[in-house]
């Protein structure tokens, strides 16, 4: 089955802790993006990838790392989290998006992230 | 600056009946609009997408347009469903780049 695995899906963690949320796609996409949703404010992008070892920063990257080192996986690193971080995020893959192109984008389950 | 707007927030019909979601956008070049279905807690889930040359695109009960030139699109949604009760959210594509921009959604409830 073609998806987009997130893990893990529930995360609550302590100011500084670092941690990592792993995503994962099976369908051989070269595009691969991370957001955050927050309320009032809607999905929010902070970094994607256009393919291995190609990343960029999205609207709001401040506070997040990334890593492309297969076409695979694509995880989130959060160094020193912060309870502004608090969040649920969503990774999505997709064929390239540029170039006025309609390739659909799948979306993970989503995290929800609480840092106190 | 560039911005997806839609509107209106919230809405709540009756089942059976239609109803049609506004999205504005100013990102500009635009290379193509995305309409996405979220159910609560759950990752949007794609429902149409149009570039800038096409002015309407359908997906069963779901109809979108898109006039690129006023930088309008809507949603039309046909005969609703308590099912159809979700977030709809318009998505732009800035051209030649990977950057997407998000509505912040229209809250459907679709009652008995």
């Known amino acids: 089955e073609a998806q987009v695995t997130q893990n893990p899906r529930y995360l609550i963690t302590v100011t500084g802790k670092k941690l990592t949320v792993t995503c994962s796609q099976n369908?051989?996409?070269?595009?691969m993006s991370w957001y955050r949703q927050d309320p009032g404010l809607g999905l929010r992008q902070i970094y994607y990838?256009?393919?291995?070892?190609?990343?960029d920063k999205g609207d709001v990257p401040e506070g997040y790392k990334v890593s492309r080192k297969e076409k695979r996986n694509f995880p989130l690193i959060l160094e020193s989290p912060s309870p502004n971080q608090t969040s649920l995020y969503f990774c999505a893959s997709s064929f390239k998006l540029a170039g006025g192109g309609q390739e659909t984008q799948y979306f993970g389950p989503g995290t929800r992230l609480l840092v106190l | 600056k560039n911005q997806v707007e839609q509107s209106p927030q919230s809405l709540i019909i009756l089942e059976g009946k239609n109803c049609t979601l506004q999205c504005n956008y100013t990102v500009s070049p635009f290379s193509n609009l995305r309409w996405y279905k979220q159910d609560t807690g759950r990752g949007p889930v794609s429902l149409t997408i149009?570039?800038?040359?096409?002015n309407t695109k359908s997906n069963g009960r779901y109809t979108a347009t898109l006039d690129a030139d006023t930088k309008q699109s809507s949603l039309h949604i046909t005969a609703s469903q308590l099912s159809d009760s979700a977030s709809y959210i318009c998505?732009?594509?800035?051209?030649?780049?990977?950057?997407?921009?998000f509505g912040t959604g229209t809250r459907l409830t679709v009652i008995p």
């Open positions: 998505v732009v594509t800035l051209g030649r780049a990977n950057n997407l921009f």
């Open positions: 369908m051989n996409h070269e595009y």
């Open positions: 149009m570039t800038f040359s096409e």
């Open positions: 990838s256009m393919n291995v070892e190609v990343t």
